[in-house]
Every structure is written in C-alpha cells, then in structure tokens.
C-alpha cells in the first residue's frame, strides 16, 4: 500500500506537478477573454447600433441579439445583421451553448421575430439558406425514407425555434413505423438551389411527422446552365399516350422551363418537341422537377413547369447552347451599335 502512494506521487511530482502552472494561466486567460467578451465593447459596435435603428427591433430583440452576439465567435458585433449565414450561426452556437429545448419562450419569439423582420427567411430569394430554420409555413418539401416510403411534396405547417412539421394522410400505424426513422427531406427554392438534409423523425401522428432543426443543409445548385428567356410553342406526350401543347419558357442547356394545363408532378417523365430556330425540331424527354402554379401572367391558364433534360439529350444540348451563344453575341452586338462602341 505504502509503495503505491509513494508511486503515486512520483507521477504527480514528475508528471502532473510541472504543467499545473500552465494550466492555470490557461484558465485565467480563458476567463479574462470570456469576462472582455461579455463586458467589453466590441469591434463594430457603433455601426450595429446605426443599422438595429433601420429593423425597428423592439427592446427584448435587441437584448436577445446583444446575447447572440456574445456567444458567437464573431469579432465584428454587427456581423450578425450583414448576413443570414452568419445570424443562423449565431443562433445555433446559441442554442447549442444553452441547449434550445431550455431556453425561455420569449427568447425564442425574439429570436424568430429577429429573423423575420431581417427578412433572413427562405422566402426571401437573396438570404443563404443555411437552416431549417429559415423555412416557412406553407412550403413543400419531399420526404423519402430508408424504409422506401415516400411523401411528395408535402407542406409545412408548423415551424419554431424547437422544432418543424409537415401534414401527412396516415393512420396510427403508420405513425409508429416512422418514429425514430431516417429520412432524406428535400426542400427546393427556385432558381436557386435544392436543399437537403438526413434526419431523424423527431415524432409521428396520423396527421404530422416532427423533426428537429439541423443548421447543416446540402445544396445543390439548379443553375448550372445560362438560362434563355424564349416564347416556343411546344408538344408535351404524356407515358399514357396523351399530347399535349403548350409554351417554352425559357431554355437552357440543362433544362427548361414550360408552360401546360396539365397539373404534372414532380419526377414524371414526359416526351417534349419544339422548333429551336435555325436548328431545326428538337425531340427530348425530360423529367419534371416542380410544378410552379399559374404563375406567368402571360399566359394564365397555364402552370409553370420547371424540368431537366434525360435520356438522349446530347444532340438537343449543343444546339441549344449554339443557340443561346448566338442569341448573347446578337444582343451583345445590338448594344455595342447604340452605345457607338465598335467591336
């Protein structure tokens, strides 16, 4: 017993003894930042309060975005209202630190009401989507579960600060079979990005299935292609046989965009044809990727119909993109002749 002790304290002498001054100094330093942090006036603090006077917080917002603040790792104070990236990175370090199921419900509302009067929503097409959080009531999202069980399309009806929920057509049993599953959600904003994220079903009803918020989306970007705005007649063939006609939107070599009647969904696959000018009729099959409602004034009867090239669709490309080239090199040209620039 007696030799353990004296061991024992070998180690601690030879060992632990020599480095316990700086670990202390460590510590003190580490609490001196924390104490200039919380206490201190940071960098940029007087263009933060110049821009708060703009978002008419109220006195609770602007407490909780002074706390935001603080516990992020921002040096400047006002980067928080540069950016919806940055905001939504506060805001997850904060409920992370303070862990968001323990936090004050008047915190939360602040915190959302800071998020929509900066309008740093989804809803807004110049704010970085970066959270869950930034989705609203009302949009659609896909569902896709390990299971092969699949929800198109479904909406949104209930988002806080905790967490989200979309409706969904079930039965008790169904409920139960998908508490504590994984699923792929998708969530696409137009002429942006899809995005997506794996998560865990928080909880299940017949009628809602709950998540969490997750503040790590993938995105995968839609535009990959220059996009051509064009009024072509166009024929759609439905898989049943069906045709039918309608309007090209706009045109690119990935993709296009399409006016029809028909209330198409979203993954169908469809036959199109349209007279690209010069090049002649283009035969295609694409796939639908969302149907965007009745949204082009010109032609109100008509649903807008974003969808991408498959198959075979080599040929049709390189037109296209011959096409879009020649339509920028004419437009190009026609602005050089009335600005009196010779090329």
């Known amino acids: 017993m007696e030799s353990s002790l004296q061991e024992a304290w070998k180690i ?16 003190i330093e580490v609490q001196l930042m924390y104490n200039r942090r919380e206490n201190e006036v940071m960098f940029g603090t007087d263009a933060f309060n110049e821009k708060i006077k703009a978002f008419e917080f109220t006195p ?21 209202l540069n950016s919806s990236g940055l905001f939504e990175a506060a805001v997850s370090e904060f409920y992370r630190i303070r ?25 807004n097409p110049l704010a ?4 869950t959080r930034q989705f609203n009531v009302g949009d659609s999202v896909d569902l896709e579960f390990e299971s092969g069980q699949v929800f198109r399309r479904v909406k949104i009806v209930e988002r806080s600060e905790k967490t989200w929920s979309v409706k969904i057509d079930g039965s008790v049993a169904l409920a139960k ?50 996009r051509e705005v064009v009024d072509f007649p166009v024929t759609a063939t439905f898989p049943n046989g069906e045709v039918h006609s309608g309007v090209l939107y706009d045109l690119s070599a990935g993709g296009i965009l399409l ?17 690209l000018p ?18 082009n004034p ?10 991408v090239f498959t198959g075979s669709y080599a040929w049709t490309q390189e037109r296209v993109l011959q096409y879009i080239f020649e339509v920028t090199r004419k437009t190009k040209s026609k602005k050089n002749e009335v600005n009196g620039v010779t090329t």
Request: aromatic share 10%; hydrophobic share 40%.
């Open 99 to 123: 862990n968001v199921f323990s936090v004050r419900d008047e915190t939360l509302e602040a915190i959302a009401g800071l998020r929509r009067k900066m309008d740093f929503t989804g809803s």
């Open 298 to 307: 010109n032609f109100p009867l008509f649903n807008s119909i974003s969808a």
């Open 177 to 226: 079979s998908l508490q504590g599953s994984r699923v792929l959600i998708r969530w696409t904003r137009m002429n942006d990005a899809v995005y997506s994220k794996r998560l865990t079903v928080f909880a299940a009803t017949p009628d809602n299935v709950i998540f969490t918020h997750s503040d790590q989306l993938d995105k995968e970007q839609l535009r990959k292609w220059v």
């Open 278 to 295: 010069t090049f002649g009729v283009q035969n295609v099959d694409v796939k639908i990727l969302n149907n965007l409602g009745r949204r």
């Open 259 to 275: 006016g029809l009647a028909e209330d198409v969904k979203p993954d169908q696959q469809i036959s199109i044809s349209f007279e």
């Open 60 to 80: 609770k917002e602007v407490r909780t975005l002074e706390k935001l603040v603080r516990s992020s790792k921002f040096e400047n104070k006002d980067a928080v």
């Open 12 to 27: 601690f002498q030879y060992y632990i003894l020599p480095v316990l001054p700086f670990v202390a100094l460590v510590l």
């Open 128 to 131: 970085m989507v970066s959270s």
